[in-house]
Antibody, heavy 121, light 111 residues
Framework: EVQLVESGGALVKPGGSLRLSCAAS????????MHWVRQAPGKGLVWVSR????????SYAGSVKGRFTISRDNAKNTLYLQMNSLRAEDTAVYYC??????????????WGQGALVTVSS | DIVMTQSPDSLAVSLGERATINCKSS????????????LAWYQQKPGQPPKLLIS???TRESGVPDRFSGSGSETDFTLTISSLQAEDVAVYYC????????FGPGTKVDI
C-alpha cells in the first residue's frame, strides 16, 4: 500500500525557517518524481515544487522561488521541503504528492495527509 | 501561466440526480504531439487530501465509480456525476498539467 506521511509542520514566526519531511513507503520511491502542493485554510490547491527521480532537477512556483528548496534522500525514501524567509501568506497545509510517471507527468496519484504550517507572530 | 476557472462555485443536487461541473483553461491544453488533453480532476472531502478521479480529461482512475465521467477538449472540460450519492459530497478541482501545474478554484458539491 502506497503511503506518504508528512511531518515537521509547526507554528513559526515571520522570517523564520522550517523543514518538512515526507516519508514514502509501499512503492519504489526512485521511480517517481515528487511534488509539494499547498492549501491555505479554506482555499484551493496550489502547486509549490517538484523534484525528479534522481534529485538532480527541481522547479518551483514563482511565489516560493528563492525561499524554498525541495530535496530527496532516495536511500531513506524521504522527500523534504526546506522553507526559509517564511511569510504569513505561506500559512497552509502542505501535501506531498506522488507524480504518476517516472518521467514527470505533473499530475498526482497519491497524496499524504498534509502538514500544517502556520506563520504568525 | 495557464489559468484555470471552474463553474459553478457550488451546486446542490438531489440524491440520484446529475451533477455537472465545468472547467475552462485560458489556453488550449491539447498537446498536438499525442492528441491528449492534459487535464485531471480531483475530489477532496473535508479533512482529507485530494483524490485523483480522472486524467487525460476522460480516463477514469482504477477504482473510481463509473458514475464519474470527464469530457471536453482544448479549453473546455466537464466533470459529470451521473447519479449523485451521499459520499460524493466534496469539493472538485480540475488541474492542467500541460505546463507548470495549476488547479482550478474548486466547485463544492452538496446535497
Amino acid at each position: 500500500e502506497v503511503q506518504l506521511v508528512e511531518s515537521g509542520g509547526a507554528l513559526v514566526k515571520p522570517g523564520g525557517s522550517l523543514r518538512l519531511s515526507c516519508a514514502a513507503s509501499g512503492f519504489t520511491f526512485t521511480n517517481h518524481w515528487m511534488h509539494w502542493v499547498r492549501q491555505a485554510p479554506g482555499k484551493g490547491l496550489v502547486w509549490v515544487s517538484r523534484i525528479d527521480s534522481g534529485g538532480t532537477s527541481t522547479s518551483y512556483a514563482g511565489s516560493v522561488k528563492g525561499r524554498f528548496t525541495i530535496s530527496r534522500d532516495n536511500a531513506k525514501n524521504t522527500l523534504y521541503l526546506q522553507m526559509n524567509s517564511l511569510r504569513a501568506e505561506d500559512t497552509a497545509v502542505y501535501y506531498c504528492a506522488r507524480d504518476v510517471g517516472p518521467g514527470g507527468a505533473y499530475y498526482f496519484d497519491y497524496w499524504g495527509q498534509g502538514a500544517l504550517v502556520t506563520v504568525s507572530s | 501561466d495557464i489559468v484555470m476557472t471552474q463553474s459553478p462555485d457550488s451546486l446542490a443536487v438531489s440524491l440520484g440526480e446529475r451533477a455537472t461541473i465545468n472547467c475552462k483553461s485560458s489556453q488550449s491544453i491539447l498537446h498536438s504531439s499525442n492528441n491528449e488533453n492534459y487535464l485531471a480532476w480531483y475530489q477532496q472531502k473535508p479533512g482529507q487530501p485530494p483524490k485523483l478521479l480522472i486524467s487525460w480529461a476522460s480516463t477514469r482512475e482504477s477504482g473510481v465509480p463509473d458514475r464519474f465521467s470527464g469530457s471536453g477538449s482544448e479549453t473546455d472540460f466537464t466533470l459529470t456525476i451521473s447519479s449523485l450519492q451521499a459520499e460524493d459530497v466534496a469539493v472538485y478541482y480540475c488541474q492542467q498539467y500541460y505546463s507548470a501545474p495549476n488547479f482550478g478554484p474548486g466547485t463544492k458539491v452538496d446535497i
